[in-house]
């Protein structure tokens, strides 16, 4: 009963006030009838399908709130046109970006809390047929609105995405690599609820789950042979129900599905509503800790000229396992974090130990060029198991480090699209 009376008391916190989806539905409404109107003027033959959690009834209440509505463009269309003809539309409408991508998508800003995601797709019945992922997004929202009929499902549902936003694993993007709003909706309308969700996911070792939820493969073997490599690397594979070929489950990483079991397990073990709640990384405390113990903290931001969103994301997240590295080393990183804005920076932080010295690897006595090359640069040095070593003491803090590796590392930096990397504080 405990758990019951935990979960009521989230929904309530979560469920989007009625005046606000009423506001939201007028707009899109409006939205709607007004670019209806424009394709029939420009003879355009495409139809509206509005999309993503507000169709299937599965919104959680935020600060913003976004809609998707595809442009189903009749198969006559050019996959190279469509894209084009949506933002001729457009045009006519204000507050508009575009947003680059495999099909160039676009928003469309309502007010300050609500914007609209329009999406260009083509029309198709038979999913094989597909020329991209983005067309198969009308038979996503008619197969949950056709399965999950019962309104407890529909809260679970949003309890289950509430709970992943608030430890950071809910998100198919390159930089979140975890669960869709659509994978939570098929994982619990097929375990049967929030609870045993969790319960379940708790269960996942190493072993991949294979989850065929319309029985289209005979058994495990077969979903193994007949996916697509690149479909295979996640921890769950999880088949689209609407599309055998698809794993619905295909961003999600072993470490975000870690980090999410961890936090499963924390939930079930001892209910909590602050369980739903986003933890904010209090970096003054751990500096504080980081120099009772005498380690070193500090802080940084990088910046990146690249589209914001899931391309810039991906970016800075992949420069930022790249600096861990490199600080690995010369240092033993005890903690760190990585925090991406949405918009074009990052900030990142490490607590570190310094490895006091490390061994240097030179070249096999045999290569006498290169191991008189290396006695050169290193005065201590000595042989074991036909290789040349030397020990090289860290003298320096991680501060001088970072600076004197983005002085000499610029070209690397710009390579991986890193526009500046700036110390905030240590």
Same mark, same amino acid.
């Given at each position: 009963?405990?758990?019951?009376?935990?979960?009521?008391?989230?929904?309530?916190?979560?469920?989007?006030?009625?005046?606000?989806?009423?506001?939201?539905?007028?707009?899109?409404?409006?939205?709607?009838?007004?670019?209806?109107?424009?394709?029939?003027?420009?003879?355009?033959?495409?139809?509206?399908?509005?999309?993503?959690?507000?169709?299937?009834?599965?919104?959680?209440?935020?600060?913003?709130?976004?809609?998707?509505?595809?442009?189903?463009?009749?198969?006559?269309?050019?996959?190279?046109?469509?894209?084009?003809?949506?933002?001729?539309?457009?045009?006519?409408?204000?507050?508009?970006?575009?947003?680059?991508?495999?099909?160039?998508?676009?928003?469309?800003?309502?007010?300050?809390?609500?914007?609209?995601?329009?999406?260009?797709?083509?029309?198709?019945?038979?999913?094989?047929?597909?020329?991209?992922?983005?067309?198969?997004?009308?038979?996503?929202?008619?197969?949950?609105?056709?399965?999950?009929?019962?309104?407890?499902?529909?809260?679970?549902?949003?309890?289950?995405?509430?709970?992943?936003?608030?430890?950071?694993?809910?998100?198919?993007?390159?930089?979140?690599?975890?669960?869709?709003?659509?994978?939570?909706?098929?994982?619990?309308?097929?375990?049967?609820?929030?609870?045993?969700?969790?319960?379940?996911?708790?269960?996942?070792?190493?072993?991949?789950?294979?989850?065929?939820?319309?029985?289209?493969?005979?058994?495990?073997?077969?979903?193994?042979?007949?996916?697509?490599?690149?479909?295979?690397?996640?921890?769950?594979?999880?088949?689209?129900?609407?599309?055998?070929?698809?794993?619905?489950?295909?961003?999600?990483?072993?470490?975000?599905?870690?980090?999410?079991?961890?936090?499963?397990?924390?939930?079930?073990?001892?209910?909590?509503?602050?369980?739903?709640?986003?933890?904010?990384?209090?970096?003054?405390?751990?500096?504080?800790?980081?120099?009772?113990?005498?380690?070193?903290?500090?802080?940084?931001?990088?910046?990146?000229?690249?589209?914001?969103?899931?391309?810039?994301?991906?970016?800075?997240?992949?420069?930022? +396992?790249? *600096?861990?590295? =490199?600080? /690995?080393?010369?240092?033993?990183?005890? &903690?760190? @974090?990585?925090? %991406?804005? #949405? $918009?074009?920076?990052?900030?990142?932080?490490?607590?570190?130990?310094?490895?006091?010295?490390?061994?240097?690897?030179?070249?096999?006595?045999?290569?006498?060029? +290169?191991? *008189?090359?290396? =006695?050169? /640069?290193?005065?201590?040095?000595?042989? &074991?198991? @036909?290789?040349? %070593?030397? #020990? $090289?003491?860290?003298?320096?803090?991680?501060?001088?480090?970072?600076?004197?590796?983005?002085?000499?590392?610029?070209?690397?930096?710009?390579?991986?699209?890193?526009?500046? *990397?700036?110390?905030?504080?240590?």
């Amino acid at each position: 009963m405990k758990t019951d009376s935990i979960l009521q008391e989230v929904l309530e916190k979560i469920e989007p006030p009625f005046s606000e989806i009423t506001i939201m539905q007028e707009a899109l409404d409006d939205f709607k009838t007004r670019f209806k109107e424009f394709l029939e003027i420009e003879k355009i033959n495409a139809e509206l399908f509005v999309g993503g959690s507000f169709a299937k009834k599965t919104l959680v209440k935020k600060d913003k709130y976004d809609a998707d509505i595809f442009v189903r463009f009749d198969k006559k269309y050019p996959d190279s046109e469509i894209s084009t003809l949506t933002e001729k539309v457009l045009k006519k409408f204000e507050g508009v970006t575009k947003i680059h991508g495999s099909r160039d998508y676009f928003q469309v800003k309502i007010n300050d809390n609500f914007f609209l995601e329009i999406v260009p797709v083509c029309k198709v019945k038979d999913p094989m047929k597909s020329r991209n992922i983005t067309d198969l997004s009308s038979s996503h929202v008619k197969y949950i609105n056709k399965k999950i009929k019962s309104q407890k499902i529909l809260n679970d549902i949003k309890l289950a995405k509430a709970f992943c936003h608030a430890h950071h694993c809910y998100g198919a993007e390159s930089y979140i690599n975890g669960f869709s709003g659509y994978s939570l909706e098929l994982l619990v309308y097929y375990y049967g609820g929030f609870i045993k969700f969790l319960k379940e996911m708790v269960k996942v070792k190493d072993e991949k789950l294979v989850i065929d939820m319309e029985k289209y493969y005979k058994n495990k073997k077969e979903v193994l042979l007949d996916l697509n490599g690149s479909k295979l690397i996640s921890p769950i594979i999880l088949i689209d129900p609407t599309y055998k070929h698809r794993n619905a489950l295909a961003a999600l990483s072993k470490e975000t599905l870690s980090k999410f079991q961890k936090e499963c397990r924390a939930f079930l073990k001892n209910p909590s509503v602050k369980k739903f709640e986003e933890k904010k990384t209090d970096l003054e405390k751990i500096k504080k800790n980081a120099l009772s113990k005498e380690q070193e903290f500090i802080l940084i931001e990088t910046k990146t000229l690249k589209q914001a969103g899931d391309i810039a994301g991906s970016k800075l997240l992949k420069f930022y +396992n790249h *600096l861990e590295k =490199e600080i /690995k080393k010369y240092f033993k990183v005890k &903690k760190k @974090g990585f925090n %991406y804005n #949405k $918009k074009n920076s990052a900030r990142y932080y490490f607590v570190c130990e310094n490895r006091g010295e490390i061994l240097v690897r030179g070249p096999s006595i045999k290569d006498e060029k +290169n191991v *008189l090359a290396f =006695e050169k /640069k290193h005065k201590d040095y000595f042989t &074991k198991q @036909g290789k040349i %070593y030397s #020990k $090289k003491v860290i003298d320096f803090t991680l501060k001088e480090f970072i600076l004197k590796w983005n002085v000499k590392n610029k070209v690397k930096i710009k390579e991986m699209y890193i526009d500046n *990397l700036e110390i905030i504080e240590n």
